[in-house]
């Protein structure tokens, strides 16, 4: 069985492939910044007696990482496979976005997966085995309104990722980037939204609004993403990006649409606005009726 270490696992994807990965044949390491939260994911290790450990880890403290990381090399001598799942959103125009939450959002996002990363690595490499799972966004490929924080960290992501996955090829290590779109999970409940009615960039925050409050009820399962995951590190034929989730066609769409065609729409009334971009993209802004 291979050993797996999983961040962000209280809630949401992390928490449907800790559970996905160990029902096939992992064994994983489900780890969460506050254990007070783990109580759902031991429920479900004790009724299906599933072969998973939890610790205590903080993405944004290199301390706690060296300390969880430590105590499961101790107890297992390796960890084979990293998925660094944890992260944070935000909604927010650029402009008036808190740099303490702009600050927290990289620490959580983009230097938790790499300190984790350079912790995990030389004992792969020691082997000639092992694999490093990012879970991206389609935002780390699209950037969109009133999210360019977000957007930031998850397209730094991509990039680190990629250029990570040139330097361990050699090495017998593989690099997999999950690319999720909006998945069923508590991150929507999570994220800090500054909506101001008086604020210039009101049009930009309902646009965002607007995809969100659409999106959600057709959200896809985090079950489907911990599939996916799977599917990615049993594969015998190596793939960089694995992308999945409802939203998927901003992704594949976007590079159709010239990047001044792609701006002018923000300008547009509401009702244009959602014309051109289900006319772009192929997705309904308005909400599924209840």
Not at 102 to 124: D, I, K
Not at 157 to 179: H, K, N, Q, T, Y
């Amino acid at each position: 069985m291979d050993n797996c270490l999983i961040t962000g696992t209280s809630t949401g994807i992390g928490y449907a492939a800790a559970v996905h990965l160990a029902r096939n044949g992992f064994r994983v390491h489900a780890t969460m910044r506050d254990l007070t939260k783990s109580g759902p994911l031991k429920e479900t290790i004790k009724s299906e007696n599933l072969s998973i450990a939890v610790h205590k880890l903080d993405v944004t403290d290199e301390r706690s990482i060296e300390q969880a990381i430590t105590k499961i090399v101790d107890a297992e001598e390796h960890i084979d496979v990293l998925i660094n799942n944890a992260g944070v959103s935000n909604a927010c125009p650029m402009e008036i976005y808190p740099e303490n939450e702009h600050r927290l959002l990289f620490e959580t996002n983009y230097w938790g997966p790499v300190h984790l990363t350079q912790a995990v690595l030389p004992g792969m490499r020691a082997r000639g085995h092992g694999a490093i799972v990012n879970v991206s966004s389609i935002l780390g490929r699209v950037a969109v309104v009133n999210q360019a924080a977000y957007c930031a960290s998850k397209f730094a992501i991509e990039a680190f990722s990629e250029s990570l996955a040139l330097e361990v090829a050699p090495m017998g290590i593989r690099v997999i980037i999950i690319e999720p779109g909006v998945i069923a999970t508590p991150i929507f409940e999570k994220t800090p939204v500054h909506y101001d009615k008086t604020s210039p960039y009101r049009q930009a925050m309902r646009q965002g609004g607007r995809f969100y409050r659409a999106s959600i009820p057709r959200a896809t399962p985090p079950e489907e993403v911990a599939e996916i995951m799977r599917k990615a590190l049993i594969s015998e034929q190596l793939r960089l990006r694995w992308l999945h989730g409802h939203g998927a066609s901003l992704v594949e769409q976007r590079p159709n649409i010239p990047d001044e065609e792609y701006i002018a729409m923000t300008a547009l009334d509401d009702e244009a606005y959602n014309a051109r971009f289900q006319d772009f993209f192929d997705i309904d802004l308005t909400p599924p009726s209840s």
